[in-house]
Nanobody, 121 residues
C-alpha cells in the first residue's frame, strides 16, 4: 500500500518561513510528477507547485519568487520551502504524486492527508 505523509505545517507570523515535507512510502515502483496543492476555507483546491522526476519545476503566479519546490528521489520525498509568507497563504497544504506501485503497471494519483499552514500575527 502506498501512502503520502506530510509534515512541517504550523503557525507563522507574516513575513516568516516554513518548510513542508512529504514522504512517499510503501510498495513503490516509480514516482513521476510530485506537487503541492492548497485549499483555503471556502475556496477550491489550487495548485501551488509541481516538480517532475527530472527536477523541472512550475509555480502558481501567487507564490513565484517566494516558494521553492524540490525533491529527493532517493528518499521519495518532496519539499516545499515557503518564504515571505502572508495571511493569504493560510490553507491546508496537500502533497500529490503520480506513483506506479509494484503491484500494478498503472500509474495512480495519490494524496497526502494535508497539513495546516496558518499565517497570522
Amino acid at each position: 500500500q502506498v501512502q503520502l505523509v506530510e509534515s512541517g505545517g504550523g503557525l507563522v507570523q507574516p513575513g516568516g518561513s516554513l518548510r513542508l515535507s512529504c514522504k512517499a512510502s510503501g510498495s513503490i515502483r516509480s514516482i513521476y510528477d510530485m506537487a503541492w496543492y492548497r485549499q483555503a476555507p471556502g475556496k477550491q483546491r489550487e495548485l501551488v507547485a509541481t516538480i517532475t522526476s527530472g527536477g523541472t519545476t512550475n509555480y502558481a503566479d501567487s507564490v513565484k519568487g517566494r516558494f521553492t519546490v524540490s525533491r529527493d528521489n532517493t528518499q521519495n520525498t518532496v519539499l516545499l520551502q515557503m518564504n515571505s509568507l502572508n495571511p493569504e497563504d493560510t490553507a491546508v497544504y496537500y502533497c500529490h504524486a503520480g506513483i506506479t506501485p509494484w503491484t500494478s503497471r498503472n500509474t495512480y494519483a495519490y494524496w497526502g492527508q494535508g497539513t495546516q499552514v496558518t499565517v497570522s500575527s
